[in-house]
């Protein structure tokens, strides 16, 4: 059965930071390309960040790129996200979904992937 498990989403005050993780079962994770996409409300769901299978390639929305991470621990077959100098404009739900294969040059097409996770929230807040 195949699924994907987000956590670590909370309440966070400006600037700060949080690490999301993207559990999977059902399936080894770093045969797949894993994402990172966002949802606010009222908003389209758009990507912030994928890992590639093959190589570990990374790929970052402008939005987030020097501020965000993402890592995988082939071991806990987890994907994670860092996120570091957070800003209020990152409020919003999180969520973990892989794909089979793709064209990285449009990473973020949400029709890539086939599997999503539940996700989490983030909010950022003073």
């Known amino acids: 059965h195949v699924q994907l498990v987000e956590s670590g989403g909370g309440l966070v005050h400006p600037g700060g930071s949080l690490r999301l993780s993207c559990a999977a079962s059902g399936f080894t994770l770093d045969h797949y390309v894993t994402g990172w996409f966002l949802q606010a409300p009222g908003k389209e769901r758009e990507g912030v960040s994928c890992i590639s299978s093959i190589d570990g390639s990374t790929y970052y929305a402008d939005s987030v790129k020097g501020r965000f991470t993402i890592s995988r621990d082939n071991a806990k077959n987890t994907v994670y996200l860092q996120m570091n100098s957070l800003k209020p404009e990152d409020t919003a739900i999180y969520y973990c979904?892989?794909?089979?294969?793709?064209?990285?040059?449009?990473?973020?097409?949400?029709?890539?992937?086939?599997?999503w996770g539940q996700g989490t929230q983030v909010t950022v807040s003073s």
């Open positions: 979904a892989r794909a089979t294969s793709m064209e990285f040059s449009s990473w973020p097409r949400s029709s890539w992937y086939d599997y």
